[in-house]
């Protein structure tokens, strides 16, 4: 299994990002898709998650501003980040399960600049 996370940066306060996750290993279509993210010196936390029948969950922290969303044909999973905040700040991970096991791309850093 292999994540490719792209499309992280440099962005000011109510700046706009859209992350992108490659997948490839799996069969994307059936797979829940998550993204997570770690602060300097925080613990890794769910940002958002999709079901293979586009369901969604959020965390409290970006419902209203961020947006996951799936492309099957392509095994790619998106991030639409907007309104961004200082407290976004940090390395966003792309995360899927297979057979139990946590699969993680390498992780894309998101700076927000106040």
């Known amino acids: 299994v292999q994540l490719q996370a792209s499309g992280g940066g440099l962005v000011q306060a109510g700046g706009s990002l859209r992350l992108s996750c490659a997948a490839s290993?799996?069969?994307?279509?059936?797979?829940?898709m998550a993204w997570y993210r770690q602060a300097p010196g925080g613990q890794r936390e769910l940002v958002a998650a999709i079901t293979p029948g586009a369901g969604t969950n959020y965390a409290d922290s970006v419902k209203g501003r961020f947006t996951i969303s799936r492309d099957n044909a392509k095994s790619t999973v998106y991030l639409q980040m907007n309104s961004l905040k200082p407290e976004d700040t940090a390395v966003y991970y792309c995360?899927?399960?297979?057979?139990?096991?946590?699969?993680w791309g390498k992780g894309t850093l998101v700076t927000v600049s106040s």
């Open positions: 290993g799996i069969i994307f279509s059936i797979n829940v």
């Open positions: 995360n899927t399960q297979l057979r139990r096991a946590d699969y």
